[in-house]
């Protein structure tokens, strides 16, 4: 069933679906199951504004078929996750999804572990902030809560930047949790001053979402590796439901 929506366009915070972690539990045996595209499917249906993908360059998750396909079945908006590399940068050009999120990535992480150094790999960074921006990709780069970072983002010519939420989430409950949520909501009215579309994500839980949810100058949350652990117990769809229900809430609509 789909969500009803309840909140006013103006203040509503779009949710990303990210889907990656289906496409974990596929490969772990190898199979063609679970299908992300499926998940995709499901998350539209119950209230996804966006699906979000990241593309490795190890393909431990989602695959160069997945993106494909996702490109070519689903009717929301496609958010490419992307390293700045040209095998990356080749690909987002062909296949032109609405957002092209572009993230720092190491082989042997576990994840997405820290925002991009955009001040130190300024020059790098340039020439792929531009060239998507000019195929009419919707760039976004995946920082730190800094408003220095910030500043860079926007030099650089990046319409969009996604705050990391990581370290907020992994905070102990207290003093060291809010002084993260601190520097969240200041780099986001600091994203707002200077004219940045401000997203985040990373780590976010139905117990961890209702703070970042409040900030009002976030526009967009990208969520994924929770949902998909939660949908184990209630279902995809029930799981969307809840973080979408808790999204509305936070924002002064939805059901209590
Ligand atoms: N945003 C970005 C840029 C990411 O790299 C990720 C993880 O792929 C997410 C959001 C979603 O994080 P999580 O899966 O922890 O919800």
Same mark, same amino acid.
Do not use: W
């Given at each position: 069933m789909k969500s009803s929506g309840t909140? !006013?366009?103006?203040?509503?915070?779009?949710? +990303?679906?990210?889907?990656?972690?289906?496409?974990?539990?596929?490969?772990?045996? +190898?199979?063609?199951?679970?299908d992300p595209v499926r998940a995709a499917k499901i998350a539209a249906e119950y209230g996804a504004d966006g699906i979000t993908a990241h593309l490795r360059e190890d393909r431990r998750h989602i695959t160069d078929s997945d993106i494909h396909r996702l490109s070519d079945e689903i009717n929301l908006p496609l958010n490419l996750e992307m390293a700045a590399t040209n095998e990356m940068l080749e690909i987002a050009i062909r296949h032109k999804p609405h957002a092209a999120c572009v993230v720092p990535e190491k082989r042997e992480e576990r994840t997405t572990e820290g925002g991009l150094d955009v001040i130190g790999q300024m020059k790098h960074l340039e020439?792929?902030?531009?060239?998507?921006?000019?195929? !009419?990709?919707?760039?976004?780069?995946?920082?730190?809560?800094?408003?220095?970072?910030?500043? *860079?983002?926007?030099?650089? +010519? =990046?319409?969009?930047?996604?705050?990391?939420?990581?370290?907020?989430?992994? =905070?102990?409950? +207290?003093?060291?949790?809010?002084?993260e949520l601190q520097r969240i909501i200041k *780099?986001? *009215?600091? *994203?707002?001053?200077i004219g940045l579309e401000c997203h985040a994500g990373h780590g976010l839980t139905f117990d961890s979402v209702t703070p970042v949810a409040e900030i009002k100058t976030i526009a967009e949350l990208n969520i994924g590796h929770f949902l998909v652990g939660e949908a184990i117990f209630v279902g995809l769809g029930s799981s969307i439901t809840e973080m979408r229900r808790l999204m509305d809430v936070a924002r002064g609509g939805g059901k209590k």
């Amino acid at each position: 069933m789909k969500s009803s929506g309840t909140t !006013n366009t103006k203040n509503r915070l779009r949710l +990303g679906v990210n889907i990656d972690h289906v496409a974990t539990i596929r490969n772990a045996r +190898g199979s063609n199951y679970p299908d992300p595209v499926r998940a995709a499917k499901i998350a539209a249906e119950y209230g996804a504004d966006g699906i979000t993908a990241h593309l490795r360059e190890d393909r431990r998750h989602i695959t160069d078929s997945d993106i494909h396909r996702l490109s070519d079945e689903i009717n929301l908006p496609l958010n490419l996750e992307m390293a700045a590399t040209n095998e990356m940068l080749e690909i987002a050009i062909r296949h032109k999804p609405h957002a092209a999120c572009v993230v720092p990535e190491k082989r042997e992480e576990r994840t997405t572990e820290g925002g991009l150094d955009v001040i130190g790999q300024m020059k790098h960074l340039e020439p792929f902030v531009k060239t998507l921006v000019d195929a !009419n990709i919707r760039v976004s780069l995946f920082v730190e809560p800094d408003p220095a970072v910030l500043d *860079a983002a926007k030099k650089l +010519g =990046a319409p969009v930047v996604e705050l990391h939420t990581g370290s907020y989430c992994d =905070a102990p409950l +207290g003093e060291k949790r809010n002084n993260e949520l601190q520097r969240i909501i200041k *780099a986001a *009215a600091h *994203a707002d001053e200077i004219g940045l579309e401000c997203h985040a994500g990373h780590g976010l839980t139905f117990d961890s979402v209702t703070p970042v949810a409040e900030i009002k100058t976030i526009a967009e949350l990208n969520i994924g590796h929770f949902l998909v652990g939660e949908a184990i117990f209630v279902g995809l769809g029930s799981s969307i439901t809840e973080m979408r229900r808790l999204m509305d809430v936070a924002r002064g609509g939805g059901k209590k």
